[in-house]
């Protein structure tokens, strides 16, 4: 919340996984029951039914871990990466994208979040951080996040 009590502007959001995913339960339910009537057995609820407990829950559990630690929001305050908020007053500068062969210092910096890296299907991108700290920031749609980065870096600090 802002000082006046309104939601923080958000300028940047990835949730990280869908709900759509738990929806595969049913679909290993429906699956296995047309798999029993076409083998001849009839349609028994016992099996279905375990597939569709056993395949949501698993399911549930990774979309909500997910939803936790590969979700990403920028505010103009702060820059939450899963659950590591940083204050946006910390990020100095954003490193250019990395291109050709050579790996820029910045790709082995630490990834904000609480993962060991930059998160499966995500595109890291490289901040110069307050007390010469370097970090990684990480998003599946790093151009947007990037572009929403630099904006509010240049609102703070005009380029030189």
Not at 1 to 30: C, K, R
Not at 57 to 80: D, M
Not at 90 to 116: D, M, N
Request: charged content about 20%; overall charge positive; hydrophobic content about 40%.
């Amino acid at each position: 919340m802002t000082d006046n009590g309104a939601p923080p502007q958000v300028l940047f959001y990835e949730q990280g996984a869908s709900w759509w995913w738990v929806s595969a339960g049913p679909a290993a339910a429906i699956a296995m029951g047309l798999i029993q009537a076409s083998a001849g057995y009839g349609f028994q609820l016992l099996m279905p039914g375990i597939f569709l407990v056993l395949v949501s829950g698993f399911l549930g559990i990774q979309v909500k871990a997910a939803r936790v630690h590969t979700s990403v929001e920028l505010t103009p305050e702060f820059l939450r990466q899963g659950t590591e908020r940083i204050r946006t007053d910390e990020i100095v500068r954003i490193y250019p994208e990395a291109t050709g062969s050579e790996t820029p210092k910045w790709q082995a910096a630490r990834a904000l979040g609480e993962l060991t890296g930059v998160p499966r299907g995500r595109t890291g991108i490289g901040l110069k951080m307050t007390n010469d700290r370097t970090a990684q920031a990480w998003a599946r749609k790093p151009q947007r996040l990037r572009q929403a980065l630099t904006q509010l870096i240049e609102e703070r600090i005009p380029p030189a």
